[in-house]
């Protein structure tokens, strides 16, 4: 890894509160990890209790004082999302850090129960939903965060409100999708950010480089894909090295509301997390603010 800020960069946090959506595995495991090992009580958000009790079991392990417990959540599932929200409540009176890191990538088309397309549904509509049903534990918390983790692949989405979930497959690709839904969730952190001025708490984003977890898996599907692994298995980081990003947005005394972390190295793709540009599609206020509207009217959730 280029040097630069590391894990070892994270302050003690002990007190602290924090939500990790898909913190089963990969960069989503690492990051909860990563918070747990600072002193923060971490919630592992995730849709599959097996899975997350053996995340948490790993956890525990390696850190035996480490304060972790398992909530469901399917973010596929605003039925879902609200109880997650309901439970939280009841059993926290504050959220510091918010990390909406799970996410679907390159599917089939789908939708999720809600019937939208299952990309947006699960990487946006699910955290924007989120976020607005934990907003008043957000605020209630001196100096939290919300990150959302996003790729370097929201510089190829496009946001076409006439077409917005590929109604029926219609011009649908997996690549389409899932780089439209990582577009929305800068815009939704971006405009987030700008909603949040004047309060203690700040909207930040990440993303992980090129990162080896089981969220690529379906790109071995492509012949083409198959033919670059080698090249794709150097470039890319551990999951580890790509969780750092959304700790530095999570953690860093110095981050301020609105930054975007990423490597810094060959390609954007590995290195330490530094400060960095996203497209300009992605700071387009006048997108961000329909993107905002049409987010409240499919899931019902407003924002104070």
């Known amino acids: 890894m280029s040097r630069g800020w590391s894990a070892r960069g994270l302050p003690d946090l002990s007190g602290k509160v924090s939500v990790v959506t898909g913190a089963n595995s990969g960069v989503g495991f690492e990051t909860a990890r990563g918070l747990a090992r600072k002193g923060v009580h971490t919630i592992l958000a995730c849709r599959d209790r097996v899975r997350a009790e053996a995340a948490r079991h790993r956890v525990m392990a390696e850190i035996p004082d480490a304060s972790c417990e398992v909530m469901l959540l399917d973010l596929a599932s605003l039925d879902s999302v609200r109880r997650f929200a309901r439970e939280f409540g009841v059993s926290h009176d504050r959220l510091d850090i918010l990390v909406n890191n799970a996410g679907v990538m390159l599917v089939p088309y789908d939708t999720t129960r809600d019937g939208f397309e299952m990309h947006l549904g699960a990487n946006h509509l699910g955290h924007f939903a989120l976020t607005g049903l934990l ?26 409100f006439e077409n917005l979930m590929f109604e029926g497959g219609s011009g649908y690709s997996p690549f389409r999708a899932y780089a439209r839904s990582k577009l929305a ?113 499919l899931t019902d959730v407003r924002f104070p």
């Open 185 to 297: 969730n800068l815009l939704f952190g971006y405009e987030l950010q700008r909603r949040l001025v004047g309060s203690d708490s700040r909207a930040l984003a990440a993303h992980p480089g090129g990162t080896a977890t089981n969220l690529g898996r379906r790109m071995t599907e492509r012949p083409l894909y198959r033919t670059l692994l080698p090249f794709f298995e150097w470039l890319s980081q551990s999951p580890a090295q790509g969780a750092l990003p959304s700790l530095r947005a999570a953690t860093d005394p110095k981050a301020m509301g609105g930054q975007f972390y990423g490597p810094r190295g060959l390609l954007g793709m590995r290195g330490a997390p530094v400060v960095v540009q996203p497209s300009p599609s992605a700071t387009d206020e006048a997108v961000a603010r329909r993107l905002w509207k049409v987010s409240e009217e």
């Open 135 to 160: 907003i008043d534990r957000l605020l209630a918390s001196p100096g939290s965060r919300v990150v959302t983790v996003t790729s370097a692949a929201h510089r190829y989405g496009r946001m076409d």
